[in-house]
């Protein structure tokens, strides 16, 4: 019966529960990840192969539209060139929009604020220095004058006196 048990065995086997539990999620999560990683590992490898006879077929198509300017009359050398230089202005607008994209980002504000925040730790004198609105601080709370650890409950009788 669950009430003649004592309180330690009952602890005891709350914690043994409890790590089984926790070792079984640990094991779930293992098995689901290694099921997961797979999956992703072979649509990796299919999209690799596509990107792959992608890049093939742009250059055929490059090709194809070469020769159909040297069709059209243009010399072959001029005809490779302007595809060329083609390429090389979608090439420059791409970074161009990259470079834009990336001139955009925060630089992490709200993270460098909280390690500010956080006082003498050492990431935070590592970031560099920005000039930034001064943030208010709190008022410190009131020094704690109630009892410390070892006198709580000291005016109670042990439980070997007592009985």
């Known amino acids: 019966m669950p009430e003649d048990e004592s309180l330690g065995a009952l602890v005891a086997q709350a914690s ?8 079984s999620e640990i094991e779930l999560a293992k098995a689901e990840l290694k099921f997961d990683a797979k999956r992703v590992g072979v649509a990796a490898g299919l999209f690799g192969a596509a990107a792959f006879i992608g890049h093939l077929c742009l250059i055929l198509a490059s090709f194809a539209i070469a020769y159909a300017l040297v069709a059209v009359g243009l010399a072959t050398w001029l005809a490779f060139t302007i595809v060329t230089v083609f390429y090389l202005l979608v090439a420059g607008l791409l970074v161009f929009i990259g470079y834009r994209r990336l001139k955009g980002l925060t630089g992490m504000k709200r993270t460098r604020r909280s390690l500010r925040g956080l006082g003498g730790s050492e990431e935070a004198e590592e970031l560099p220095e920005r000039r930034e609105a001064p943030v208010a601080a709190a008022p410190a709370p009131p020094p704690y004058t109630g009892p410390t650890a ?3 409950g000291a005016h109670r009788e042990s439980v070997s006196d007592a009985g």
């Open 150 to 152: 070892g006198q709580v």
């Open 16 to 23: 043994h529960h409890i790590s089984t539990l926790v070792r």
